[in-house]
């Protein structure tokens, strides 16, 4: 993951705070931690943006998740 935000740095990819984004789609997170794409979807739920989550990620477009 610090290389992935090493290169998010690199593309320039910050927002106003100056706070640096990554990039997963869902396959990539099942793969990377070898999860289920449950366990993906009860972890995300966790960080959400929506009232509940503590707003560290939202999906981008369909099955592309952007972290904040």
């Known amino acids: 993951m610090l290389d992935r935000v090493s290169l ?7 927002d106003g705070n100056g ?3 990554i990039q997963f789609t ?4 099942m793969e990377y931690f070898h999860w289920t ?9 966790e960080l959400d943006v929506g ?3 503590i ?11 952007s972290s904040m």
């Open 55 to 65: 707003g560290l990620w939202r999906e981008k477009e369909p099955g592309v998740i």
């Open 26 to 29: 869902l396959a990539e997170m």
């Open 8 to 14: 998010s740095r690199k593309n320039g990819w910050i």
């Open 37 to 45: 794409k449950y366990r993906v979807y009860e972890i995300l739920k």
């Open 19 to 21: 706070n640096v984004y």
């Open 51 to 53: 009232e509940n989550g």
